[in-house]
Antibody, heavy 123, light 110 residues
């Protein structure tokens, strides 16, 4: 069964850091772009970042560029989101998702999503 | 970049058809076929319903269809059912190699 399981969320103070992980199973992980999408409380979905299958190409929304860093370890079938200089507006459920087709960029939709991990930035 | 524009809410009765619009610009929806639609029930993971404007992933009902004209994409749900009640989001690849989501549309089945 194809599965994604996020972890690492929690409560962090403004300016703090957190690293999210997303463990994948059931597919050839290195073939697929992996994406992070977040949903703030009461708000819609927001695309955050993506990384190519080989991990050499990364993509970021302007709102997180320079503060969030996506990476992956294909030997562990895991994608990460390092979150630094966190702000209150980063408070959200963070989902990781797998691209529908093997590709080098996040052009197509994501067909498999995790259940999400909650990040709360508050003092 | 601003989110793609969707109506905040739509509603319909069981058996009816509804259409949700998604308006972008020539830098996203207007240029690329990479428009997707997601269904999102509260406390569940989003589900991909349409990709590349009008294609359904395996397992998605043919009651769901997509189209695009100019800078506006649309999702049509025919034969509305109670379980279709959810939030729906469009997304599009953009000229800056990012993805934009719409603001979301709450579908109510009356």
């Amino acid at each position: 069964e194809v599965q994604l399981l996020e972890s690492g969320g929690g409560l962090v103070q403004p300016g703090g850091s957190l690293r999210l992980s997303c463990a994948a199973s059931g597919f050839i992980f290195s073939d697929y772009v992996m994406t992070w999408v977040r949903q703030a409380p009461g708000k819609g979905l927001e695309w955050v970042s993506a990384i190519s299958g080989g991990g050499t190409i990364t993509y970021y929304a302007d709102s997180v560029k320079g503060r969030l860093t996506v990476s992956r370890d294909n030997s562990k079938n895991t994608v990460y989101l390092q979150m630094n200089s966190l702000r209150a507006e980063d408070t959200a459920i963070y989902y990781c998702a797998k691209s529908l087709f093997p590709a080098s960029s996040p052009v197509d939709g994501s067909d498999i999503w995790g259940q999400g991990t909650m990040v709360t930035v508050s003092s | 970049q601003s989110a793609l524009t969707q109506p905040a809410s739509v509603s319909g009765s069981p058996g009816q058809s509804i259409t949700i619009s998604c308006t972008g610009t020539s830098s996203d929806v207007g240029t690329y076929v990479y428009v997707s639609w997601y269904q999102h029930h509260p406390d569940k993971a989003p589900k991909l319903m349409i990709y590349e404007v009008n294609n359904r992933p395996s397992g998605v009902s043919d009651r769901f269809s997509g189209s695009k004209s100019g800078n506006t994409a649309s999702l049509t749900i025919s034969g509305l059912q109670a379980e279709d009640e959810a939030d729906y989001y469009c997304s599009s690849y953009t000229s800056t190699n990012t993805v934009l989501f719409g603001g979301g549309t709450k579908l109510t089945v009356l």
